[in-house]
């Protein structure tokens, strides 16, 4: 079921849906999501290679909007990690979508297609894939902007096994993330514990034979 703009604002009163939002962004069935304070832009120089498998980030650094008076130029083709203003605490009953924004689109700003966002999630602002398709116009972007919104999905709850607070490696980031490295994002959840010590016990039983 997706949640209608009543049915978001009474979770975020009662249960800090999403903090650091606005009434002001509330929709029918869905919440604008504006545009945080950091971007990651890729760092200049010759052609790198990432490796997918291992969840290589690219080479980036980080530009305050801030520091922008009248806005950050986004170049023709070019690609950035953004953030939104908000933090988002998905229980294990509510899932979302990101969305952009059909006036986004209209200028030639893309979103890349890795909007979902599951159950258990916490913690964080949304991380944001954008590029300028356009050819010829710089898109000029600021902090504070309406760029996209957040479809909520209410479903069964989920368990610990299963939810992204346990099994999820970008909850609690509050600023733009750039990709975490497979090593960087393994932790310590209930079902490894429990996996660790059944290796150990098969170990002591074959140990005393």
């Known amino acids: 079921m997706i949640l209608n703009g009543y049915q978001i604002n009474d979770e975020i009163l009662h249960n800090k849906l999403v903090e650091n939002c606005s009434?002001?962004?509330?929709?029918?069935?869905?919440?604008?999501i504006r545009l945080g304070r950091y971007i990651m832009v890729?760092?200049?120089?010759?052609v790198r290679r990432v490796?997918?498998?291992s969840r290589q980030p690219l080479t980036m650094y980080k530009v305050d909007l801030d520091q922008f008076k009248d806005g950050y130029?986004?170049?023709?083709?070019q690609f950035i990690l953004a953030s939104s203003e908000e933090v988002f605490n998905l229980p294990p009953h509510i899932s979302a979508e990101y969305k952009l924004k059909s006036s986004m689109a209209r200028v030639g700003l893309e979103h890349l297609n890795a909007g979902w966002c599951d159950a258990g999630w916490n913690g964080s602002v949304l991380t944001l894939e954008l590029k300028n398709m356009t050819s010829v116009h710089q898109i000029i972007i600021k902090r504070g902007d309406k760029i996209g919104q957040m479809v909520f999905f209410k479903h069964d709850s989920?368990?610990?096994e299963l939810s992204y607070a346990t099994k999820g490696s970008y909850n609690g980031d509050?600023?733009?993330q750039v990709a975490k490295t497979e090593s960087s994002s393994k932790s310590i959840t209930p079902s490894h514990i429990e996996e660790v010590r059944k290796q150990l016990d098969?170990?002591?039983v074959h140990c005393s034979e």
């Open 51 to 53: 490796y997918l498998g």
């Open 174 to 176: 509050k600023e733009v």
């Open 202 to 204: 098969n170990q002591c």
């Open 73 to 77: 130029a986004l170049q023709p083709g």
């Open 158 to 160: 989920v368990g610990d």
């Open 23 to 32: 009434t002001d962004c509330l929709n029918a069935a869905s919440l604008d």
């Open 42 to 46: 890729e760092s200049p120089g010759s």
